[in-house]
């Protein structure tokens, strides 16, 4: 029946019926998807057994770079970018359309493979210090890929800012009626409304509201603020605590530890702006965005999380736990990790494995290696992320 039918993207919960148990029907039935884009959502959420045993708290995280399009965390923001610009008309399949973004390969990735599902083309600019396997893989999945210098925020020449001014000059130069889509990750409403809709509900039902803290990076914020707000605002969570894992050289931790806060509403260049001095990709921002901005007030603090300690996660998730994850992912499990010590015994933490460790071959894991880290096995979480209890 209609009602048994699960939807990978929209969380519907089975509701059963008086003479049914929960073994008679799973949690959900089986069913063909509608294309790869109808695969996005209800990942996995795991209990990362090493992280636990070591802080005597159960420490979960939500494996999204098993969502089925783009392989991590942005699937979900990327299909509700392109919904909503269909319900709003700004696209249509099969006209030649074109969705434009500025992104450090995560969100590019969902985009350029949703865009090709959903009867679209994709552009995007990246800066050039990011990973060569992600503009590699954008290559061949389709999309027009635009490696710039890294620029300031502040100047046009910025990955965000010539996605822009690439979707408009596309749509004022058009000669056939398609039009270019600027997707805009960083104040698109789309974004932190994907967490609100589908990862906080998941996250609420897989644990049965069962969980003391919630821990993500932020690189728009989307994933933090989405969560919070569904957790703390829709679910009245209001012991949660929320925390920032943030990489060094970024700017969140001191606005969320020293209350130093602006928004990204105030005009550009009032304050200084530069690139995130850190090796993790996808999080870490010297700027507010209206993502992060849309939560901001539901994090309760934040951990800082220093290069070393990401590698030496990364490297201590593969050895003990099979978990070959991205940086941000190490990140987040850092700042899982310390967030934990700082609860009672017992507590649940959950947070985020962003992508796959596959993408991060060349740079980080590469560091992993040079570092030393894979000539040797590690016993003490503690002793080995260099943190004192
Ligand atoms: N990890 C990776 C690999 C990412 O690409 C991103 C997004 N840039 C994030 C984490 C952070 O997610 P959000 O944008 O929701 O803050």
């Keep these: 029946s209609g009602r048994r039918r699960s939807s990978y993207f929209f969380f519907e919960p089975v509701e059963l019926e ?17 294309g790869i884009e ?8 795991i209990k990362i057994k090493s992280l636990s045993e ?11 770079f098993l969502n089925a399009a783009g392989q991590s965390t942005k699937d979900r923001v990327a299909l509700n970018m392109i919904r909503e610009a269909e319900e709003q008309g700004l696209l249509v399949p099969h006209r030649g359309d074109t969705i434009y973004e500025g992104t450090v390969g995560s969100t ?33 999945l389709g999309a027009t890929v635009e490696r710039v210098p890294v620029a300031p925020i502040t100047s046009p020449n910025h990955f965000v800012n010539l996605a822009r001014t690439r979707a408009k000059e596309h749509t004022l130069t058009s000669k056939d009626g398609s039009r270019g889509f600027f997707a805009d990750q960083f104040e698109s409403k789309a974004n932190f409304q994907a967490h609100v809709r ?25 994933t933090i603020s989405g969560v919070a707000k569904y957790l703390k605002e829709e679910r009245k969570m209001t012991n949660l605590r929320v925390v920032l894992a943030d990489p060094q050289g970024s700017g969140l931790y001191n606005r969320v530890k020293h209350g130093v806060m602006y928004s990204s509403t105030e005009k550009e260049g009032t304050r200084r702006r530069q690139q ?40 201590w998730l593969v050895e003990n736990d099979g978990v070959f994850a991205g ?17 009672p015994k017992g507590s649940t933490v959950v947070t985020i494995l962003c992508d796959p460790g596959s993408r991060h071959v060349s740079k980080f894991y590469q560091h992993v290696a040079d570092m030393g880290l894979e000539e040797e096995e590690h016993h003490d979480l503690l002793s080995t992320l260099c943190l004192e209890q």
């Design 198 to 222: 589908t990862t906080g509900p998941e996250i609420w039902y897989q644990t049965e509201g069962k969980l003391d803290a919630f821990v993500a990076g932020a690189g728009t914020g989307g």
């Design 18 to 34: 008086d003479h049914e148990s929960e073994e008679d029907v799973g949690d959900y039935l089986p069913r063909i998807a509608d």
């Design 38 to 45: 109808d695969c996005i959502g209800n990942t996995p959420l």
């Design 327 to 343: 940086s941000s992912s190490a990140v987040n499990c850092v700042a899982s990790v310390v967030t934990a010590l700082n609860l």
């Design 54 to 64: 070591a802080t005597g708290c159960t420490i979960l995280a939500k494996v999204e």
């Design 276 to 315: 995130v001095d850190t090796m993790v990709e996808g999080i870490g921002i010297n700027r507010i965005t209206e993502n992060f901005e849309a939560g901001r007030e539901l994090v309760d603090d934040a951990v800082k999380v220093t290069d070393d300690q990401a590698c030496r996660m990364a490297r």
């Design 108 to 140: 590019g990735i969902s985009l350029a493979t949703l865009a090709r599902a959903m009867g679209y083309k994709a552009h995007i600019c990246m800066p050039d210090d990011q990973s060569i396997e992600k503009s590699t893989l954008l290559h061949h």
